[in-house]
């Protein structure tokens, strides 16, 4: 499995920004794709994710209401639309997959064995 991240910028609070995860390397119709991220000092932390097939979603609590998680399965790429961005969404955003994963356990990091290489997104105030 091959993931690669982009779209992160330079942007102001308030402005929106989206991210988009390109895979590649095998069918993900039973997988989780999800995005974390990892401010400076900070432990990597969990955003959104969504499951291939069927589009389940979820989010850590900071960010619902402003992100939103989605897919195209056509071009088997997975995005997250970031709105209303806050200086404390500052962080490189990576985004992951799993096979087979539970709702409850969408925000597990350890159980993503694929990673992209992450794309910085920097918010001034």
């Known amino acids: 499995v091959q993931l690669q991240a982009s779209g992160g910028g330079l942007v102001q609070a308030g402005d929106s920004l989206r991210l988009s995860c390109a895979a590649s390397?095998?069918?993900?119709?039973?997988?989780?794709m999800g995005w974390f991220r990892q401010a400076p000092g900070k432990e990597r932390e969990f955003v959104a994710a969504?499951?291939?097939?069927?589009?389940?979603?979820k989010y850590r609590d900071s960010v619902k209401g402003r992100f939103t998680v989605s897919k195209d399965t056509a071009k088997n790429t997975v995005y997250l639309q970031m709105s209303s961005l806050k200086p404390e969404d500052q962080a490189i955003y990576y985004c992951?997959?799993?096979?087979?994963?539970?709702?409850?356990?969408?925000?597990?990091?350890?159980?993503?064995?694929?990673w992209g290489q992450g794309t910085l997104v920097t918010v001034s105030s």
């Open positions: 969504i499951r291939w097939s069927g589009g389940t979603t």
């Open positions: 390397g095998r069918p993900f119709s039973n997988y989780v």
């Open positions: 992951a997959a799993a096979n087979g994963l539970i709702w409850s356990t969408f925000e597990d990091k350890t159980k993503y064995p694929y």
